[in-house]
């Protein structure tokens, strides 16, 4: 399915992204490109990331800003 319709990214390149070693919602946005534009896709990110991700922090979602900046 596709998660973030700007830069036409799935939800498996982000849980590949995830897999791959991303933690924080930023690091996520740098690998995929995704959330960069409208971020409409933000909150299926943080969803994908509690989701898949192994350690993520509530601090990291917070982290967005840098990485669309």
């Known amino acids: 399915m596709i998660v ?3 830069e036409v990214v799935s ?3 982000v849980v590949e992204s995830i897999d791959g070693g991303a933690r924080t919602l930023a690091q996520v946005c740098r690998a995929t490109g995704a959330g ?3 971020g409409g896709c933000v909150f299926s990110l943080k969803r994908l ?3 898949h991700g192994k350690s993520v922090s509530a ?3 917070t982290e967005v800003a840098g990485a669309t900046g």
């Open 4 to 6: 973030c319709h700007c």
């Open 11 to 13: 939800d498996r390149e």
């Open 36 to 38: 960069r534009n409208c």
């Open 49 to 51: 990331l509690c989701e």
């Open 59 to 61: 601090a990291s979602f």
